[in-house]
């Protein structure tokens, strides 16, 4: 493959720089269509979440169907179809309310457990409430989603203190911030039992999944011995990196592995990195960038180049994401309009343009499905051109992240690079 055409299945349009013909791996018909969940709410729910809602799975992890159905059959009933509008996000609060007043009822009457189980499922409405994204950079974008997710904060230390090995919030110092950056980087630590310094995994979350929303994750880390820090990512959440910088998760990165070298809880030996869809691109980045402080990096879901492509990005909107994917990405990488960003974004933020991939890197997995429709396979496999060796597990036919058998691969790996690391440093 070369760097600016990839031949795969099925004619894209054109490429948004050179204007050739580009052949996307998802293939024309996939490429082209537009998902039936985008026609609003009623077929949001029908055809895309009230299956996985019935499930417990994404984005529905650590809630329950009943929560759902009665605020999206209001939704359905009052067509409020767009969930950027206040209605949208105000129809949440009665039930995420109620669930975290049975929380309070079930802690004050001593059931710890049952008083976890509630606050988790309204976490989870909140989750929902503030989708499709939020921001405080350089200003809270919507100031009701804002509350949905100050609430989804608060209400998720209250679960996490019930657990044995509980949720602490640290508000670390960003010593290296520059420009516009903030202050402090707040993430979410989570420690095992074991007095010595633990091996520890970096989860850098995405788009629109942010540190409450990744329990299972950091009970999987646990049950293995490993510690998890959980931090956004630059123009999400709390996140204090200017998102306009495209330098900036560089110097984030510097003062959170500093901090956590002071700290005494890490061992700083054993740190990998897990990014999670556009914490994909962070993952990449940072395992070549601070190569020598991270024993590997898992990028799962990532877009490094060609997401950025012109002609990707035109289609982009009518793919899996649940609501429109381009205006949450101008706003996460500092654009005010979405065609400021897609007429500038993959020169600024492309790790192929900017030359990071060229250099060494740690040892880097990539994940993903072979059609996912947000962030192209093709920004996987052009990683093997560049720098050192990468390793991979692409699923055939699954869509972004490559669920629902991706985990099947990450742990596996995580564990033999863990391994791996301990023998090395005895």
């Known amino acids: ?77 009052n067509n409020t179809n767009d969930g950027t509008s206040v209605e949208y996000t105000q129809a949440f609060f009665p039930i995420a309310e109620k669930l975290t007043a049975q929380g309070d009822h079930a802690l004050a009457a001593g059931d710890k457990e049952k008083a976890g189980d509630y606050y988790l499922r309204a976490c989870t409405v909140y989750r929902i409430a503030r989708f499709p994204y939020i921001t405080a950079y350089p200003e809270v974008n919507c100031p009701v989603k804002w509350k949905a997710w100050e609430a989804q904060k608060q209400v998720y230390m209250k679960a996490g203190a019930t657990w044995d090995r509980p949720v602490e919030e640290v508000m670390v110092p960003h010593a290296h911030r520059q420009g516009n950056d903030r202050g402090e980087i707040p993430v979410h630590v989570r420690v095992p039992a074991s007095s010595a310094a633990s091996p520890t995994v970096i989860l850098m979350t995405g788009l629109d999944g942010y540190r409450p ?48 070298g002071e700290d005494g809880r ?40 060609y997401f950025y492509d ?87 036919g699954a869509l972004h992240m490559g669920y629902p058998l991706a985990n099947s691969a990450v742990y596996p790996w995580m564990e033999s690079v863990m391994a791996s690391a301990a023998k090395e440093s005895k």
């Open 213 to 260: 929303d990744n329990t299972v994750r950091c009970n999987e880390f646990l049950a293995r011995g490993w510690a998890a820090v959980v931090v956004e990512i630059p123009g999400t959440a709390d996140c204090p990196a200017d998102s306009a910088d495209p330098e900036s998760p560089d110097r984030l990165w510097t003062s959170l592995l500093e901090w956590m």
């Open 310 to 396: 012109g002609g990707w990005l035109e289609r982009a909107d009518g793919h899996e994401y649940p609501f429109r994917l381009t205006p949450a990405m101008a706003m996460k990488h500092g654009y005010r309009t979405v065609e400021e960003y897609k007429a500038g974004v993959q020169k600024k933020f492309s790790l192929l343009e900017t030359g990071i991939i060229q250099k060494p890197s740690t040892r880097l997995l990539l994940i993903n499905g072979t059609l996912d429709g947000l962030m192209p396979i093709e920004d996987s496999m052009m990683l093997f051109e560049y720098g050192s060796p990468k390793e991979a597990r692409f699923f055939t």
């Open 1 to 77: 493959m070369s760097p600016h055409r990839v031949q795969g299945l099925g004619e894209a349009g054109k490429d948004g720089s050179s204007g050739t013909t580009r052949h996307w791996i998802m293939g024309t018909e996939a490429f082209e269509a537009r998902m039936p969940h985008h026609d609003g709410i009623k077929a949001l729910w029908e055809t895309k979440w009230k299956f996985p809602c019935s499930k417990g799975l994404y984005p529905f992890h650590d809630g329950q169907y009943e929560d759902f159905e009665p605020i999206f059959n209001h939704l359905i009933q």
């Open 266 to 305: 890490f061992d700083m030996g054993r740190v990998m990195v897990w990014g999670l869809s556009s914490g994909g691109y962070y993952a990449i980045r940072i395992a070549h960038t601070h190569k020598e402080s991270l024993v590997g990096s898992v990028a799962q879901g990532a877009g490094c180049h």
